[in-house]
C-alpha cells in the first residue's frame, strides 16, 4: 500500500508491517519507496491505533489495510493530493494494484458544488476542503449520575457549538481539560492544521490535557453535547475531572464539523448479514449510538460489560437486537467478555464485528473471532479505548516514539 500512495505522489512516513525481507534487502512489494526513509508503526496487531497515528501526525493519510478501497484516516488536504492523481490506465499504482492484487483507492470526493468551504479552480490546481474538526470552547451545563460508574457530561454555552456535525455510531472526538490550578485548557495560540505540533510543543505540564471521547449526542438550540464517563476514580485526570464537574467549568473541544468526518469507525460491510458488538462500559455510549443508528432487520448481537448491574442501561433500537450484559465481579478487565464472546452460540450469515474496550481483552477477542470463529480481518474493526496501567499520554508518546525511531 505504501508503494500504491508513492505512485500517487505521497510520501509514506510510517507502515504496519516489515519493509525489508529476512536478509534486509528492500521488500519488492515496497516498489520504488525508500524503505530507510519509512518507520515501521507496529508489526503485531494492537501495537498502534489508527487514532494515535492520526493524533499524532494529523497530516498523515492513512490506508486500510484489509478494505484497500476505502481509508480509515485521510484528512481533506490530502484528499485533494488524491483527487490530483492522475488517473487513466497506465499508472504505476495501477501495475502495483495488479501485481498486489489490491484495489487502487476510491477516496471520498468533497461536494464542492454546495460546500462553501471548497473553492473549485482551474483543474489540476489544489482543492481547498472545508475542515472537519474544530476547536470549541464551552463550558459545563450540568453533569447527571446515570448509575454507580456512569456520568453525564453536558457541554454548552458556545454558540459555535451548534456547528458540531456528528456521524453518529462510534463518533470520537478530543477533549481538553485544565491541569490542577488552571482556569481554562492552554491550547496553542494558533489553532491550525499543525495544532498537533503545537500542543506537543507546549509544556506537558501546562498544556491542556488531552483525552478523547465519544459524542453521545450533539444537540442544537440550545447547542449542547453530552458525554457519558466511564468512571474509574481518580487514577486519570478525566475522570478525577468529571468526578467534580461543576456548572460553568471550562473546557475545549476538537470536534467534528461535517458528517463524513474520518471520527467513525463503525462500518458494516457490505454483504453483512449480522453484526458483534462487544464493549465495555467506555465503549458502551458508542454502542447505544450505533443502536439508535441502525436500520429495522438489522441482526444484532451485543456483549456489554460493566462495573455494576445498575450501570446496564436501555438501549433504543430498531435493530433486531440482543444484548447480553455482563457485570463484572473484580478487578479482572479481560476475561468476562471473551468467556462469554468463545462460549455464544452466532447467528448463521456473515458477520461483522465491533470490537472495543481494554486494548488486552481486545486484542483477545479479535484472536478469536479470526482464529476460531472464521471472521475475516477486514470485517472486525476493533479498538483499544484504553490500556490497563498506561494513561492516554503515555500511548501517544509511544506513538510519538515509534515515529521519531525513524
Ligand atoms: C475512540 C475512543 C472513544 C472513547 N470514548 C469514551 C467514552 O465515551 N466514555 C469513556 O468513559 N471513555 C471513552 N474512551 C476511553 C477514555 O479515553 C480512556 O478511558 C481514558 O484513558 C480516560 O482518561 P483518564 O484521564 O481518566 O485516564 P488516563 O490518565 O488515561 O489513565 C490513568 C489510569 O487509569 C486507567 N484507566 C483508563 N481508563 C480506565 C477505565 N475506563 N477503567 C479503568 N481504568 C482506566 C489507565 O490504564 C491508567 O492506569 C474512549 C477512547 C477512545 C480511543
Known amino acids: 500500500m505504501a508503494a500504491l500512495l508513492h ?12 519493509t525489508t525481507l529476512k536478509d534486509g534487502s528492500p521488500d519488492p512489494m515496497a516498489g520504488d519507496v525508500d524503505v530507510s526513509k519509512v518507520t515501521v508503526i507496529g508489526n503485531t496487531w494492537g501495537e498502534f491505533t489508527i487514532e494515535k497515528y492520526a493524533a499524532l501526525s494529523p497530516q498523515l493519510l492513512i490506508s486500510h489495510m484489509f478494505e484497500p478501497p476505502t481509508f480509515w484516516y485521510v484528512p481533506d488536504q490530502r484528499q485533494a493530493d488524491l483527487d490530483r492523481a492522475p488517473r487513466g490506465q497506465g499508472r504505476p499504482g495501477d501495475r502495483l ?18 460546500d462553501p468551504g471548497h473553492h473549485d479552480r482551474d483543474e489540476g490546481e489544489l482543492t481547498v476542503p472545508a ?24 457541554l454548552g454555552g458556545d454558540p459555535g457549538l451548534a456547528r458540531v456535525v456528528t456521524g453518529g455510531r462510534d463518533q470520537r472526538f478530543k477533549l481538553f481539560l485544565p491541569q490542577a490550578g488552571q482556569d481554562v485548557p492552554v491550547l496553542p495560540d494558533v489553532l491550525d492544521d499543525d495544532w498537533y505540533a503545537r500542543w506537543r510543543a507546549l509544556d506537558p505540564c501546562v498544556r491542556g490535557i488531552m483525552r478523547t471521547y465519544t459524542v ?7 447547542a449542547e453535547i453530552d458525554i457519558d464517563f466511564a468512571l474509574h476514580g481518580d ?19 476538537l470536534a467534528p464539523v461535517t458528517e463524513d468526518n474520518g471520527g ?11 453484526i458483534l458488538l462487544t464493549a465495555d462500559e467506555t465503549a458502551l455510549p458508542a454502542v447505544a449510538n450505533i443502536l439508535a443508528w441502525l436500520p429495522p432487520d438489522t441482526r444484532v448481537r451485543a456483549f456489554i460489560e460493566v462495573g455494576h448491574p445498575d450501570d446496564r ?7 433486531d437486537t440482543e444484548v447480553t450484559w455482563l457485570v463484572r465481579g473484580g478487578t479482572d478487565r479481560t476475561s468476562a467478555l471473551l468467556t462469554a464472546v468463545t462460549t455464544a452460540a452466532f447467528p448463521v450469515g456473515t458477520p461483522y464485528a465491533w470490537v472495543a474496550g481494554e486494548s488486552a481483552g481486545v486484542r483477545g477477542l479479535r484472536r478469536h473471532l479470526v482464529s476460531e470463529r472464521g471472521f475475516a ?13 498506561r494513561t492516554e499520554d503515555d500511548l501517544m508518546a509511544e506513538a510519538v516514539a515509534a515515529a521519531a525511531a525513524s
Open 97 to 114: 494494484a495488479q501485481r498486489t492484487h489490491l484495489l487502487l483507492p476510491q477516496v471520498r470526493r468533497p461536494d464542492r458544488g454546495t
Open 131 to 154: 475542515p472537519t474538526y474544530e476547536f470549541f470552547h464551552p463550558r459545563v451545563i450540568r453533569s447527571q449520575h446515570l448509575s454507580p460508574h456512569l456520568l453525564r457530561i453536558v
Open 235 to 253: 487514577l486519570g485526570p478525566a475522570s478525577r475531572w468529571a468526578r467534580r464537574a461543576a456548572p460553568g467549568d471550562p473546557v475545549s473541544l
Open 264 to 274: 467513525v469507525d463503525f462500518r458494516p460491510p457490505d454483504g453483512t448479514d449480522w
Open 313 to 319: 442501561q436501555p438501549l433504543v433500537s430498531a435493530a
Open 216 to 222: 453521545r449526542d450533539a444537540r442544537t438550540g440550545p
Open 7 to 18: 505512485d500517487y505522489g505521497i510520501q509514506c512516513a510510517g507502515v504496519f508491517g516489515p
Open 377 to 389: 480481518r477486514s470485517r472486525i474493526t476493533f479498538t483499544g479505548y484504553w490500556r490497563q496501567g
